[in-house]
């Protein structure tokens, strides 16, 4: 059983559309993490939603954190090409005392000019 | 700047031979990790260490070992390379912190023939 399932797995659009992308969970976090994973490259993160119900913009981006704390959304206004990527949610894990993270299987996102 | 240097980007190794990848970081972080990625499955924790000479089992360890001698310095072993064992090999570091921002190398794909 996947922890933090994410939806949907493959997402491919158009320069300018926009996008939600989904990471929901039967379990309540802590907190929450967006990294986003470009072609050959290792995760980097983007965001960190701590709070239920709150709400980080990065730009274009827009991280909303449910007010159960057991899901989280990514919101992209007009993607562009470089929003490309494979997107993964993650959260605490073990108890996460220690810093480990359990992540999602990711939404792989293709924006074509 | 945050690095997280994987000594190999490719390697490929045959059917029972011993694999050495490592991972080093430069941030002090008392947390390391290896993962491996795969289409369709994601991120699985093989390893984990949250201090010099201690090491956790994450979810995949069968077929995996790993040294950590050195804070800065994380190891993961094939001792007998098996073709299933062809992927792309992520080291990260933390600190340990629920809910902090884990660090990634760039990876290393690994291909065993």
């Known amino acids: 059983t996947q922890l933090l399932e994410q939806s949907p797995q493959f997402l491919s659009i158009q320069e300018g559309e926009n996008l939600t992308v989904y990471c929901n969970s039967s379990s309540v976090f802590s907190s929450l993490q967006w990294y986003r994973q470009e072609p050959g490259e290792g995760p980097v993160l983007l965001v960190t939603v701590v709070t239920g119900g709150e709400v980080k913009k990065l730009k274009r981006l827009t991280f909303q954190f449910g007010d159960a704390r057991k899901d989280s959304s990514l919101h992209i206004t007009a993607a562009q090409p470089g929003d490309t990527g494979l997107y993964l949610c993650a959260g605490p894990w073990g108890g996460g005392s220690q810093g480990n993270l359990i992540f999602g299987k990711g939404t792989k996102l293709s924006v074509k000019p | 700047d945050v690095k997280v240097t994987q000594s190999s980007r490719y390697l490929v190794k045959r059917t029972g031979e011993k694999v050495f990848l490592e991972c080093v970081q430069d941030?002090?972080?008392?947390?390391m990790f290896w993962y491996r990625q795969d289409p369709g499955l994601g991120l699985r924790l093989i390893y984990f260490?949250?201090?010099?000479?201690?090491?956790e089992k994450g979810d995949i360890p069968e077929g995996y070992s790993v040294s950590r001698e050195k804070k800065e310095r994380f190891s993961l072993i094939l001792e007998s390379a098996s073709t299933n064992q062809t992927s792309m090999y992520l080291c990260?570091?933390?600190?340990?912190?629920?809910?902090?921002?884990?660090?990634f190398g760039e990876g290393s794909w690994l291909t065993v023939v």
């Open positions: 990260a570091s933390s600190l340990v912190r629920p809910g902090n921002t884990i660090y």
């Open positions: 260490s949250y201090d010099v000479k201690m090491k």
């Open positions: 941030m002090d972080h008392e947390n």
